[in-house]
Structure formats: C-alpha cells, structure tokens
C-alpha cells in the first residue's frame, strides 16, 4: 500500500497523451492532467469527484459514522464481526487493524484530490468565478476530512491546548511516487488550517446553489459556517461557537437562518429522513442511488436495520433508552425499531443496493452547539439556550417544555443539552468526539470496558502503513 494517497490519479483517469497531430486526435474518453481543467464541464467533473471521494464506503458512506458512535456507550455489538468495526466497539485497536488501516487511507485520499483540484484550478482557462467556487468547495470538503481524521488519530485540542501530535498536514497534490516522509503536525496546527479553509469557504461558497438538491449535496456558505460551529465546539472555543452560529440563527424562536439557503427545523423528525432527505434542516448531505453505493458492509442501513441490513449493532438498553425523558411519545421513538427483542435505530431504511442520503450537517445540530456554547460560555441559566434546547425538543415532543426553573444550575442545562445530542443526534457520528471533547471516559457497555482519558485506546493509533513508508511519522504513546 505504498504511497496510498496517491491512487487519486488512477480515479480520475488522467493519461500523458497530449499528442495533437491531426493524423493522432486525443481520445476524448481519456483526460490528460494537462486538459482535466481546462473546460468549465471537465473541471465540474473534477469537483464532483472530490464529493465522491469523501463519500465512500470507507469513509462518509458509513464506516466514519460507525466508528463514531460505537465507541461511545449506545450501542452493542450483535454479531462479533471482525469486519464490521468489533475492534473499534470493543477499544481493541492496534496499528494493524483494517479499521485504522482503512479511514486513513480514505481519508488521505480524500484530501489529496481536494489538492490536486485546487492546484488544477490555479491557471485553468475557465471563468474566474467558478475558479473560485471550485476552489472553496475543495476547501470545504478539504477542512471536512482532515477535522473528521484528526477526531480519531490525535488527543482532543484541551489536552495541551493543541500541542499534542495531530496527523501530517498534506496541502500539496501527490501525484507521483515521490518521498512520503512528512511529520506529524500539532493538533492546534491542523485546526488552524481547518479554520483557514472553513474562512475561505465561507467567503467564496454559493448563498444558494441552484436547487434544493444541490442546496443538500453540495456546499454553500451556510454549510461552511454550521461546520466552523461544530469545529470550534470541539476546540472549546464557545465564544466563536456563537459568533458563528448568529450568522445563520435568529436571535429568537422560531429559529432559522439569517441570509443564504433558508435553513431551518423541518416539521417533524421523520421528514429529515424520508427520500430524498430534501429539506432545508439538511445543510449538507452525500446522495446515493443504486449506481452510486458505498458498499453493503459499509452502509449505515447494514449496520443498524436488521429488516433491510444484518443489524449488526442494536441499541443498549442501559443507553440513551434508558433515559426517562425520552417519552414513548416522543416522535424520535417512532426512528427505532423492536427485532426479535431488541432495539435498533431506524432511520435509515432503504436497502443497501439503493442507499439512504448521509446526513452530515443538520440544523439542529447548530441548534444544539449554539445552546451548549451559550451556557458553557456565560455559564449561566440562559434563557436564549433554553429556547434553542426547546426548538429541538418540542419538534419531537411537545408535551416537554423546558423553563428556567428546569435547571437548578447551569450545570443542571448542560447536562439537559447533552441528552439532547444524545437522543437528537443517535446514529449520526457524534458521540465519541463529544465524549472526547468534554474530556469524559468512555462508558464500560456491554462486554466492552470503560476506557480513560489516559488510556492508549482513548484515541486510535497512528496506521502501520504510515509508519512504514513515512519515516517523520511517529506513533502514538
């Protein structure tokens, strides 16, 4: 697996023929890294390349979702299935294990087309403004995948304020096999440039893309501000948390966005779920259609729907279940399903041969982050973040609603918040990096044990492959 990011040039077929004898004419089918730019439709192609690299099975199409949750304390383990993330439910990890393996190399090749786009775009003969527009998406998606890698391979940004080992920061395309080596760069280092990219993005993105479809899958400016809420969040950084999340949330209820795509809660919980997955609430999705899959041990409808997938994690009942705020008539409950005496989660519920869209960045999650940022900067009963608490509650459940005399201390509404994430947000890739960033243990569950701030398996360890062909590279302690 030599030099694995650089297989980027095999995907977007790119070939050295620039032969332009008349007697030999290019072969339009194939794209020299000379002509994959140099028309608006070729460098479109290119882009929507880079989306596709990011949603992989491997990657965004389920397994980065997956290795998300199941650390966390939610879910169990059904089937004892090496190949369906056992060692990562069970903090079994070793550098060797085809989980680390696997996210990394996704991931890296992930942002190696972002750069190879990028670099394309700098002296191709396309109008200015697509330039641009290119260029920020690249960012985006860019500031997306090293903000997801650094959440599993490195120690959370309080642990040092950022001065722990992060992940190599790859900026420039590979497109040969040249040297690997390259350190390790500081966690506050990786996400400075995250925040570099999420700024450009922001700046240079769409106010609104041409439908409501492009509106889901492709980024726009709103996109790129709801991630800088999630970014910041994990840095505990709330007073930008909230300078964010104002740009696109209103001060007051009914909640929603300010300028741009009109985002906001959609009525009810089912419709953010439901095909297409369409609404405003999702700031940004991957699609996938029955030519397009991330794979059928990949997907989160195999994972977690033992009707349409194998089931292979069903939901704890000393979890979030457990909670006796989540109300049986909460329409949240209605998104899991009873098999065979056990529960699992069922918003995803298409087979795997024509998969569900991934929701990556909800509204209601901004909600949520702008809420917890609230309190935990002023900490105080807040009155604004009880209202966004509310916002997100009462979609589901009316018969609950929260006021300040529901918090004895400020503490009391951020414990509150957390359930919230828990139930809003079961299944979608948060409870890990909220565990982490909040500098809590992992919950023993099931035959798994509890893991510490301080253990190895806190985080995951740095990829055998990487360690052998990057000498700079160096393991975690």
């Given at each position: 697996?030599?030099?694995?990011y ?26 020299s ?30 397994r ?11 879910f ?37 087309r ?57 900026l ?10 390259l ?29 409501a ?36 949330v209103t ?16 009525p ?27 794979g ?6 195999s994972y ?33 399903v ?38 935990r ?11 966004l ?31 919230e ?47 052998l ?7 975690n302690?």
């Open positions: 697996m030599k030099k694995i650089l297989l980027l040039i095999a995907s977007i077929a790119i070939s050295s023929c620039t032969d332009t004898d008349a007697l030999s004419p290019v072969n339009q089918t194939r794209i890294d000379v002509t994959a730019f140099e028309t608006p439709d070729r460098a479109l192609q290119q882009v929507l390349g880079m989306y596709g690299g990011v949603k992989t099975g491997q990657f965004y199409g389920g980065y979702f997956n290795y998300q949750d199941v650390r966390g304390e939610e169990n383990n059904d089937r004892s299935n090496g190949v369906t993330n056992l060692f990562t439910w069970n903090f079994g990890l070793q550098s060797s294990t085809n989980e680390v393996n696997n996210l990394w190399y996704a991931g890296y090749l992930a942002i190696n972002c750069n190879v786009v990028i670099a394309g775009l700098e002296g191709a003969p396309i109008p200015a403004s697509l330039k641009v527009q290119y260029k920020a998406e690249a960012s985006f998606l860019r500031a997306l995948s090293y903000y997801s890698m650094l959440t599993l391979y490195a120690r959370p940004y309080w642990d040092g304020n950022g001065s722990k080992p992060g992940i190599p920061l790859r420039k395309p590979e497109t040969n096999s040249g040297s690997s080596d350190a390790r760069a500081s966690v506050a280092a990786v996400y400075d440039q995250i925040i570099i990219d999420l700024d450009y993005a922001e700046a240079n993105l769409q106010l609104t893309n041409a439908n479809y492009d509106n889901t899958t492709r980024a726009h400016k709103n996109t790129a501000i709801a991630l800088k809420t999630r970014v910041y969040l994990s840095m505990n950084k709330y007073d930008k948390v909230i300078a964010e999340a104002n740009k696109i001060m007051s209820a009914p909640f929603s966005s300010i300028t741009g795509v009109s985002n906001k809660l959609a009810t919980i089912g419709a953010v779920f439901a095909t297409p997955a369409l609404t405003t609430e999702n700031m940004f999705s991957f699609a996938y259609s029955p030519t397009d899959i991330p059928t041990q990949n997907s989160l409808v977690y729907n033992p009707t349409v997938g194998t089931g292979e994690y069903s939901l704890l009942p000393t979890g979030i279940l457990s909670n006796a705020g989540w109300k049986s008539t909460d329409a949240r409950k209605a998104l899991n009873v098999n065979s005496g056990k529960t699992y989660l069922n918003k995803w519920t298409k087979n795997a041969s024509d998969p569900d869209f991934v929701a990556v960045i909800r509204y209601a999650e901004v909600l949520l982050n702008l809420s917890e940022a609230i309190v900067d002023n900490k105080t009963v807040d009155a604004r973040a009880i209202q608490l509310n916002a997100v509650r009462g979609r589901s459940d009316a018969t609950t609603i929260f006021t300040a005399a529901s918090f004895a201390t400020f503490q009391d509404l951020l414990n509150q918040i957390a359930i994430r828990r139930i809003e947000l079961l299944g979608e890739g948060f409870r890990s990096p909220d565990i982490m960033r909040l500098a809590q243990n992992f919950p023993a569950k099931g035959g798994a044990p509890s893991v510490a701030t301080t253990d190895s398996q806190y985080i995951w360890p740095i990829p055998l492959n990487e360690l062909y990057n000498k700079l590279c160096l393991p302690d």
